[in-house]
């Protein structure tokens, strides 16, 4: 009986060795430990110029553009009105500022006056149309290197026009086509005329092209108490007043709005120029402080609204990695044992 006793157990120490190697075979193994994801960083400032229209105001727009980059400040995308949107295509189409400068400073005055009496305005248009696209290349809007919109105002029922794709130099005209001195512009069954009627400085067209801080220029022409002494001057000064109010409510949706002071330039003053780079550049240097504070601002914003998701994600990994921890230990032999049993999972 003895002998049995001693033959029998070290094939039942076999069996259970054999036994436990396979169940130890089949366990599961220790969850990995859940990293936290990496703090992402902060969504980048897309920074977008708002040119307004002024008529020969408007070369202030260029020295406003060489004092930012001066300064490090980049637009990426832009919308012009009227001048603007000539300052504007120029810009977009990647010319730099003092390249800019030295066309605006260079342009004759002729080469973009096309006049035709008794067709519902002064000046065709056909030559600034033709003159633009001869600046960019010919590059139709949708192709520009950085993303430019012009607008410009429906004649037939005054809805706001913003034009982002097609002929660019046909969108500027039509952009700066001051009802009574231009004809208004056919494209498909509507006309247009400029763009400074309904919106004299595009913060709202900077916005919907995907600018999160948006620096305006505007040069509008102010009421002085006086009569302008030409038709140009008289025409000019009655599209700023309309769209005075209307203006007032757009630049209040701008980060910040700079003003050169070119009240005393008239809108055919193409002699002055020069005077209205250098008023643009002193009135961007002037308004740097607080277009710094506003993107640090932003920018310091977006980086806590960046390193709040990335501490909440932290905590769900953490979360989950413990539960995985806890689901293991409680499953232990009885979760080796019952291998079809549905297991919890971990969110």
């Known amino acids: 009986m003895s002998r049995i006793s001693s033959s029998v157990s070290p094939?039942?120490?076999?069996?259970?060795?054999?036994?436990?190697?396979?169940?130890?075979?089949?366990?599961?193994?220790?969850?990995?430990?859940?990293?936290?994801?990496?703090?992402?960083?902060?969504?980048?400032?897309?920074?977008?110029?708002?040119?307004?229209?002024?008529?020969?105001k408007g070369f202030a727009h260029v020295g406003v553009i060489k004092m930012l980059e001066a300064n490090g400040i980049e637009a990426e995308v832009v919308a012009g009105t009227s001048a603007g949107s000539?300052?504007?295509?120029?810009?977009?189409?990647?010319?730099?500022?003092?390249?800019?400068?030295?066309?605006?400073?260079?342009?004759?005055?002729?080469?973009?006056?096309?006049?035709?009496?008794?067709?519902?305005?002064?000046?065709?248009?056909?030559?600034?149309?033709?003159?633009?696209?001869?600046?960019?290349?010919?590059?139709?809007?949708?192709?520009?290197?950085?993303?430019?919109?012009?607008?410009?105002?429906?004649?037939?029922?005054g809805e706001r026009t913003v034009f982002v794709r097609g002929n660019t130099g046909q969108a500027v005209r039509a952009s700066s086509s001051v009802p009574?001195?231009?004809?208004?512009?056919?494209i498909g069954q509507w006309h247009y005329v400029d763009g400074g009627v309904v919106s004299p400085v595009p913060v709202d067209a900077a916005r919907d092209l995907g600018a999160d801080f948006v620096i305006a220029v505007d040069i509008s022409s102010k009421a002085s108490g006086t009569r302008p002494a030409h038709l140009v001057g008289i025409v000019n000064q009655s599209i700023s007043i309309m769209g005075q109010k209307l203006g007032q409510q757009e630049l209040a949706r701008a980060e910040v709005v700079i003003r050169p002071q070119v009240n005393e330039i008239g809108p055919?003053?193409?002699?002055?120029?020069?005077?209205?780079?250098?008023?643009?550049?002193?009135?961007?240097?002037?308004?740097?402080?607080?277009?710094r504070a506003g993107l640090q601002q932003l920018r310091s914003e977006r980086a806590a609204a960046s390193a709040a998701r990335a501490k909440a994600a932290a905590a769900r990994a953490r979360a989950k990695a413990e539960c995985e921890r806890e689901k293991e230990k409680a499953a232990?032999?009885?979760?080796?044992?019952?291998?079809?049993?549905?297991?919890a999972t971990c969110g």
Request: net charge neutral; charged share 20%.
């Open 332 to 343: 232990g032999w009885r979760g080796l044992l019952r291998r079809d049993e549905p297991q």
């Open 268 to 291: 055919s003053d193409f002699d002055q120029r020069n005077n209205a780079i250098i008023a643009g550049e002193q009135a961007a240097l002037a308004a740097m402080p607080a277009i």
């Open 180 to 186: 009574g001195v231009f004809e208004p512009v056919a």
């Open 11 to 56: 094939l039942i120490a076999t069996a259970l060795t054999l036994a436990l190697g396979a169940c130890g075979g089949n366990a599961r193994p220790t969850p990995p430990v859940v990293e936290a994801p990496a703090t992402p960083p902060p969504a980048k400032v897309r920074i977008g110029l708002a040119l307004g229209g002024g008529a020969a």
């Open 86 to 157: 000539v300052v504007g295509a120029m810009y977009a189409s990647g010319m730099g500022p003092f390249e800019m400068q030295r066309v605006a400073l260079g342009m004759d005055e002729l080469e973009i006056r096309d006049v035709r009496l008794f067709s519902g305005g002064m000046v065709q248009g056909q030559a600034l149309q033709d003159y633009v696209n001869r600046l960019v290349d010919k590059r139709p809007l949708e192709r520009m290197p950085k993303r430019f919109a012009a607008v410009a105002t429906r004649l037939e029922d």
